[in-house]
């Protein structure tokens, strides 16, 4: 299919020319010609119309990553292949199998790889948790290919990899607690202001105290 085939959403006036793929700027006349920042993006943009998966552009944020180019690369999944066969010797009725994902940045990524997993043969259930990367698959023992769904989602710009192999906290779980420790340091500021805001005089014996205690944690809430 050719990229003039495929509709695309109007422009508001004035608009600066972007990647119809994943919405960066277009710099270069060349670019600007193809509508494409990369390769990659004009790839995976061609590859999600083919199979009928344009609604990804309407969900998605208006600005995500560029597609890597780690959708052209080979990529061997023969542990996956092993990881399928050891769980469906497994004695639960359905087998299923746990994984990392990276790639995920919108909700518009979720959908995406959902909807392909669903055009795989044999494919049940999946369960992507897009804060922490991770996706559950479940599928019809016999009649799936967990290595040809990993090579598919590698061409949209997803690599998957064995449960537990990402290092490091996910980023949200790290900005939780800090915002936490934000919010308490926070509260003992307000605590320490109160008596000032029912009349206690700067000259009082324990003003002094308070005011040092509320500088001291208002700039830890600060850093």
Not at 59 to 88: C, H, N, S
Not at 98 to 105: A, P, T, Y
Not at 123 to 134: D, K, L, M
Not at 144 to 152: L, T
Request: aromatic share 12%; net charge neutral; glycine share 10%.
């Amino acid at each position: 299919m050719s990229h003039a085939a495929i509709a695309e959403a109007p422009r508001p006036t004035g608009a600066k020319p972007a990647c119809r793929h994943c919405g960066a700027p277009l710099g270069d006349a060349r670019m600007q010609e193809s509508g494409f920042c990369c390769a990659g993006c004009s790839y995976v943009f061609r590859l999600v119309h083919e199979h009928g998966l344009a609604g990804y552009y309407r969900i998605k944020d208006e600005v995500t990553a560029p597609a890597d180019t780690a959708v052209f690369q080979a990529r061997d999944y023969g542990w996956l292949a092993l990881a399928q066969t050891e769980a469906e010797a497994a004695p639960q009725k359905i087998p299923e199998l746990n994984l990392d994902v990276q790639g995920i940045s919108c909700a518009g990524c979720v959908w995406l790889i959902e909807k392909v997993y669903l055009q795989q043969p044999g494919a049940r259930q999946i369960f992507v948790h897009a804060q922490f990367g991770t996706m559950r698959l479940r599928w019809t023992r016999g009649k799936f290919s967990a290595g040809e769904f990993a090579q598919k989602l590698q061409a949209f710009g997803y690599l998957a990899g064995p449960a537990g192999e990402a290092t490091g906290e996910p980023e949200s779980r790290g900005l939780v607690r800090r915002i936490g420790l934000c919010g308490a340091f926070a509260m003992n500021v307000m605590l320490f202001a109160f008596p000032a805001y029912f009349g206690m005089e700067r000259t009082a014996d324990y003003a002094a105290l308070f005011g040092v205690l509320a500088l001291a944690f208002g700039t830890l809430s600060f850093l």
